[in-house]
């Protein structure tokens, strides 16, 4: 008798993945009510139960791991009619702590809750990595109950500017920057403190993400690139550029993967992918901002997989799935035979009005470097999305050195632009 196909489950699922989904599984996934009804029908037809989260319409990252009663219910009426789950699949920040515990609710292997939550909780997780010889911000955890005396305690013991950002959160997500501790007193004493969050202090140095696979504890390949801009300016600061440029300097890179090394098995990430975000300052020393047991968003793993070979995603999935790795590529960048890359998405335009794209400019002057591009055509329409980076222009670079390709990215991001008319 032929063995049933395994019932695998998606926690959370977006359509750039639809290459992961793979044939000879019965595949269910659980999502959000606005998510599952925005799925588009060749993907839908993919899975053969779809269960629709109810969930609060706010951007909260939180909002998964709340909805996990319904996921246990879901998962239980699912596998009543295909057989009981195989493999758990979180492959997004908000999926990977209710991955983790499906998973341990099921009995199956995988990434434990524990890890899970110290790949979320940016305090918890800054207290293992602190705890295991990595360099941090200074940080205090605060909410509603801490009282202004402890708020000025804190204030007292910061200079310049002041960080205070939610804990379970990414892309920036409710962060404040205030310019001084004096001012963020002041927004306390008027605005008070919500629930899980924290102050952080201010870290001076150029922000970079390190990207990486890890399996059985080893190393498999490692990335770093800098920022063109901190995720929190292009979040708030209109017209700042989206995108990173790797880092060429061994000196570097190997700091940076050593601090890799004691920061995931500080977490406990023995198997899986990672994005960590880390500031440099010019002396070469790294300090750690924060991890996630993830691929790196936005354009980080596309730009990845096209210049390097490896599908972080689909590596994600092959753990998730238990399954032996799949890349035997170089370990690092650096070995790769690429001088250096980049990545550059150029964003619409935040009006909240659907627009017509009417002109595109710069587009026939790209420098030679750039090795990919993706714009829209005149004449297509740009729906008033809720994304939190709608690309009006994607371009993967290459070049002999990441200096050369921070020059073609500025001299790209100065040259092209797209007009609209509204709608």
């Not at 977006?14 to 595949?27: F, N, T």
């Not at 989206?242 to 000196?251: A, H, N, R």
């Not at 799949?326 to 009006?351: D, K, M, N, Q």
Request: include cysteine; proline fraction near 6%; hydrophobic fraction near 40%.
């Amino acid at each position: 008798m032929n063995p049933q196909p395994p019932h695998v489950i998606h926690i959370g699922f977006e359509a750039k993945h639809e290459r992961l989904l793979r044939a000879g599984q019965r595949l269910s996934v659980l999502l959000d009510e606005d998510a599952a009804a925005a799925l588009p029908d060749r993907v839908r037809e993919r899975f053969a139960r779809i269960g629709a989260l109810r969930v609060p319409r706010e951007a909260d990252l939180d909002n998964y791991d709340s909805a996990f009663g319904q996921m246990v219910e879901m998962t239980d009426e699912f596998s009543g009619e295909l057989g009981a789950p195989a493999a758990v699949v979180g492959l997004t920040e908000e999926s990977v702590l209710p991955a983790a515990r499906l998973r341990e609710h099921l009995g199956l292997p995988g990434m434990r809750s524990t890890t899970a939550r110290l790949l979320r909780d940016k305090v918890r997780m800054k207290e293992a990595v602190r705890e295991a010889g990595v360099t941090t911000p200074r940080f205090w955890p605060v909410g509603p109950d801490t009282g202004m005396d402890e708020v000025e305690r804190i204030a007292g013991r910061l200079r310049g500017a002041v960080v205070l950002k939610p804990r379970t959160q990414a892309a920036a997500m409710g962060v404040h920057v205030f310019p001084d501790p004096a001012a963020f007193v002041a927004h306390v004493r008027t605005h008070g403190l919500r629930p899980g969050h924290q102050v952080e202090e201010f870290v001076e140095g150029r922000l970079c993400h390190v990207d990486g696979l890890v399996r059985e504890g080893r190393l498999l390949f490692l990335s770093m690139a800098s920022y063109l801009a901190a995720p929190y300016e292009v979040v708030t600061r209109e017209g700042r550029p989206l995108g990173s440029v790797t880092v060429d300097d061994p000196d570097l890179l190997s700091e940076a993967e050593h601090m890799s090394r004691t920061v995931l098995r500080a977490v406990g990430l023995d198997d899986g992918v990672f994005h960590l975000e880390v500031f440099a300052a010019p002396s070469g020393e790294l300090t750690f901002l924060e991890v996630a047991g993830r691929v790196g968003g936005s354009g980080i793993g596309e730009h990845i997989r096209q210049v390097y070979g490896i599908d972080l995603a689909e590596e994600a999935l092959r753990v998730c799935l238990g399954e032996r790795h799949r890349y035997t590529g170089p370990r690092t960048i650096l070995e790769s035979g690429v001088g250096a890359s980049g990545w550059l998405h150029v964003l619409v335009p935040a009006t909240g009005r659907s627009r017509k794209v009417v002109r595109l400019d710069g587009v026939a002057e790209l420098p030679g470097s750039v090795v990919r591009h993706t714009v829209p055509r005149v004449g297509d329409i740009v729906p008033a999305a809720p994304e939190l980076y709608q690309s009006a222009g994607e371009f993967t670079l290459t070049g002999p050195a990441s200096a050369a390709v921070a020059d073609d990215i500025a001299r790209l991001f100065d040259t092209y632009a797209v007009r609209y008319a509204q709608l």
